[in-house]
């Protein structure tokens, strides 16, 4: 699972205690190599995307990461998750 450190990662692994949920500092989604190589690493068979910008207040003036963690970090991880044939389920 992406986004372990946040507020529906944290939720997510009280209740699955077992699952690989890794924060953005172990798991940088804006990073395409990291992502990669940590799915690869992993092979997982499922992949929660629970990673975002949730920020409201400063998004204006974070405009580009903003972007960067809720529209590219989401294709990082879709492309990854296509590269190991693992399913995806992606938080809205």
Do not use: F
């Amino acid at each position: 699972m992406t986004g372990g450190g946040g507020r529906l990662g944290t939720e997510l692994q009280a209740l699955l205690p077992q699952i690989l949920a890794p924060s953005s500092r172990e798991l940088d989604v804006t990073d395409l190599k990291q992502v990669r190589r940590v799915i690869e690493r992993e092979q997982p068979e499922l992949i929660v995307h629970a990673a975002a910008y949730t920020n409201i207040g400063a998004a204006e003036q974070e405009r580009e990461q903003c972007w960067r963690v809720n529209v590219e970090g989401i294709s990082h991880v879709a492309e990854a998750t296509r590269m190991v044939g693992a399913k995806l389920i992606h938080r809205e």
